[in-house]
Each structure stands twice: as C-alpha cells, then as structure tokens.
C-alpha cells in the first residue's frame, strides 16, 4: 500500500472508521488524505481508495 484516499460523509464517520483504518494500513504506512465531503449516493458515508504495488514488479 502506498497510498490511501479517503472520502468520508462526516467527522463523526471518520472516527468510527479510524480505528479500522489503523489496523489495516498501520504497518504499510502509507501516505493518507482524507477528505470530509457530500458522497455521490445518499446512502453512501465512507469511500476508500488505495494505491498498491506488487513488490517486485
């Protein structure tokens, strides 16, 4: 993991979300932008994009 994007609905989704982000990403340590905006769908509270390498490729 190099990179993670994060779009979150609101501060409240972003601190329910921080602790599972941490345990995913923690050991990689990737670079992290998160950005509190109005997602696409209503519905919709949390949007995750992550940018990986395969080692040796």
């Known amino acids: 993991m190099l990179r993670v994007r994060i779009y979150v ?3 409240e989704e972003f601190e329910r979300i921080k602790p599972i982000i941490k345990a995913h990403c923690d ?3 990737p670079a992290n932008t998160t950005i509190l905006s109005e997602l696409a769908e209503v519905e919709m509270r949390v949007e995750i994009e992550v940018t990986a390498r395969i080692p040796g490729k």
Do not use: D, Q, Y
Request: charged share 50%.
């Open 9 to 11: 609905a609101s501060r």
């Open 27 to 29: 050991k990689a340590r």
